[in-house]
């Protein structure tokens, strides 16, 4: 029997058993699309990131106190290290030691509320270099001025807050000139933002911005800063400008071996790898599992094909007395079971691309997040080989079984 009319049985054989053919496939099409729901939300969560990343421009570099975090909890740790002076930011501006510098402004977390009139806002305070920020960030006034060095130099008690926090606490007045307070102490508001959104992980529209110096003194009563934010003259001088850094901060901490520093630099490349790699790692990790629930449906999907091969062990001698080897009979079996194992995985696929699809509208409009729907044509193509693969590996037993019958036995078989 040649593998056209092979393939043809195969068919009439499944058709002829459409419930018990679907029981066969339900595990495999759970298992692909699954599969394809996590590389689509896997690729959808980079490009999210990659794009909020993006504005804060390719000439950002950010040097951040204590060793380079492992995990979350290192990450916390770090951002309240003192290592960071003020010896350290007069280091760095002087030319000689970072030529290709172009800007420089140390940052101070606050954390809090920000309140006027008895309203609150759970706000996201800085002190900053509100011009650095702006910069930054693309962020643009919507009225009042932007605070610059005079203020920072004399420790002004002056701030720019986002638009949410003015429509929170400025419902129906003019916020310029008006007092918030920050941990008790009055900030006049000199300048509002324009909405702008979300950008590199936390909402610009909800920042509260007052001179870092400030921030240090009054706000924090600390003499160290939670991070350094630079900015080099150009993208192609970012890694030159890293390597004057590092060995700047070496020479005024005292360090000779790089593995002992006390603090750490981060650039933009250098975070997209690192998300790149955080979201590759736990793609991983999830088609792993989800790779183990794909063998357990190949379990079932070789259980229901030697049930088919004992219901069908009359059939099997009725053409084995007609003159069909034990390679029509093999080959007949294993095109049935990789048939419908690879019909799941396109099932899968399809089902796995509507809920990405529908996730992706729901995140869109019910998150507030600019979350594109992704497709990937390598995840659909692998899912295919994956479950013809399967189809193939467990099918073995199942036709060889059927194949080894004796047509005599076979057609006694009731």
């Given at each position: 029997?040649?593998?056209?009319?092979?393939?043809?049985?195969?068919?009439?054989?499944?058709?002829?058993?459409?419930?018990?053919?679907?029981?066969?496939?339900?595990?495999?099409?759970?298992?692909?699309?699954?599969?394809?729901?996590?590389?689509s939300?896997g690729?959808?969560?980079?490009?999210?990131?990659?794009?909020?990343?993006?504005?804060?421009?390719?000439?950002?570099?950010?040097?951040r106190?204590?060793?380079?975090?492992?995990?979350?909890?290192?990450?916390?740790?770090?951002?309240?290290?003192?290592?960071?002076?003020?010896?350290?930011?007069?280091?760095?501006?002087?030319?000689?030691?970072?030529?290709?510098?172009?800007?420089?402004?140390?940052?101070?977390?606050?954390?809090?509320?920000?309140?006027y009139?008895?309203?609150?806002?759970?706000?996201?305070?800085?002190?900053?270099?509100?011009?650095?920020?702006?910069?930054?960030?693309?962020?643009?006034?919507?009225?009042?001025?932007?605070?610059?060095?005079r203020?920072?130099?004399?420790?002004?008690?002056?701030?720019?807050?986002?638009?949410?926090?003015?429509?929170?606490?400025?419902?129906?007045?003019?916020?310029?000139?008006?007092?918030?307070?920050?941990?008790?102490?009055?900030?006049?508001?000199?300048?509002?933002?324009?909405?702008?959104?979300?950008?590199?992980?936390?909402?610009?529209?909800?920042?509260?911005?007052?001179?870092?110096?400030?921030?240090?003194?009054?706000?924090?009563?600390?003499?160290?800063?939670?991070?350094?934010?630079?900015k080099?003259?150009?993208?192609?001088?970012?890694?030159?400008?890293?390597?004057?850094?590092?060995?700047?901060?070496?020479?005024?901490?005292?360090?000779?071996?790089?593995?002992?520093?006390?603090f750490?630099?981060?650039?933009?490349?250098?975070?997209?790898?690192?998300?790149?790699?955080?979201?590759?790692?736990?793609?991983?990790?999830l088609?792993?599992?989800?790779?183990?629930a794909?063998?357990?449906?190949?379990?079932?999907?070789?259980?229901?094909?030697?049930?088919?091969?004992?219901?069908?062990?009359?059939?099997?001698?009725?053409?084995?007395?007609?003159g069909?080897?034990?390679?029509?009979?093999?080959?007949?079996?294993?095109?049935?079971?990789?048939?419908?194992?690879?019909?799941?995985?396109?099932?899968?696929?399809?089902?796995?691309?509507?809920?990405?699809?529908?996730?992706?509208?729901?995140?869109?409009?019910?998150?507030?997040?600019?979350?594109?729907?992704?497709?990937?044509?390598?995840?659909?193509?692998l899912?295919?080989?994956?479950?013809?693969?399967i189809?193939?590996?467990?099918?073995i037993?199942?036709?060889?079984?059927?194949?080894?019958?004796?047509?005599?036995?076979?057609?006694?078989?009731?």
């Amino acid at each position: 029997m040649n593998l056209h009319n092979t393939f043809k049985t195969s068919i009439i054989g499944l058709k002829v058993n459409k419930v018990r053919s679907f029981l066969t496939i339900l595990g495999i099409v759970i298992g692909i699309s699954s599969i394809i729901l996590i590389f689509s939300i896997g690729k959808g969560a980079e490009n999210l990131i990659l794009d909020q990343l993006g504005g804060i421009g390719a000439e950002t570099i950010i040097i951040r106190p204590g060793q380079e975090p492992k995990g979350l909890n290192d990450f916390a740790e770090s951002i309240f290290q003192d290592s960071l002076k003020t010896r350290d930011v007069e280091a760095l501006q002087r030319k000689e030691n970072v030529p290709h510098l172009s800007q420089i402004a140390p940052a101070v977390i606050v954390p809090g509320s920000v309140s006027y009139k008895g309203e609150t806002f759970k706000s996201t305070n800085f002190g900053w270099s509100a011009e650095l920020m702006q910069e930054m960030y693309g962020a643009e006034l919507e009225t009042g001025i932007i605070f610059g060095d005079r203020e920072i130099r004399s420790k002004a008690s002056v701030t720019i807050i986002g638009s949410d926090v003015k429509d929170e606490l400025f419902p129906y007045e003019d916020p310029l000139g008006k007092n918030i307070k920050i941990k008790g102490r009055n900030f006049k508001v000199v300048g509002v933002l324009a909405p702008r959104g979300s950008i590199s992980g936390f909402n610009i529209d909800q920042i509260v911005v007052v001179p870092y110096s400030t921030a240090q003194k009054y706000l924090m009563g600390i003499d160290y800063y939670n991070e350094i934010i630079l900015k080099a003259d150009s993208p192609e001088n970012v890694d030159i400008t890293v390597k004057d850094i590092e060995a700047t901060l070496r020479e005024t901490h005292g360090i000779t071996d790089p593995d002992k520093d006390d603090f750490f630099v981060i650039t933009q490349e250098g975070m997209v790898d690192q998300i790149g790699t955080i979201l590759s790692v736990l793609t991983i990790f999830l088609s792993a599992v989800v790779g183990i629930a794909l063998v357990v449906g190949g379990v079932g999907v070789m259980n229901i094909m030697l049930v088919s091969v004992t219901e069908r062990t009359k059939e099997i001698g009725l053409r084995k007395a007609i003159g069909a080897t034990n390679k029509d009979i093999m080959t007949q079996f294993l095109f049935e079971s990789v048939i419908l194992t690879v019909l799941g995985g396109i099932v899968g696929i399809l089902i796995g691309a509507t809920f990405s699809f529908l996730t992706a509208i729901i995140l869109t409009n019910f998150a507030d997040l600019d979350w594109r729907f992704s497709f990937s044509y390598g995840a659909s193509i692998l899912a295919i080989t994956v479950s013809a693969f399967i189809g193939l590996v467990f099918g073995i037993y199942p036709a060889r079984k059927a194949s080894h019958k004796s047509p005599i036995e076979a057609l006694r078989y009731e």
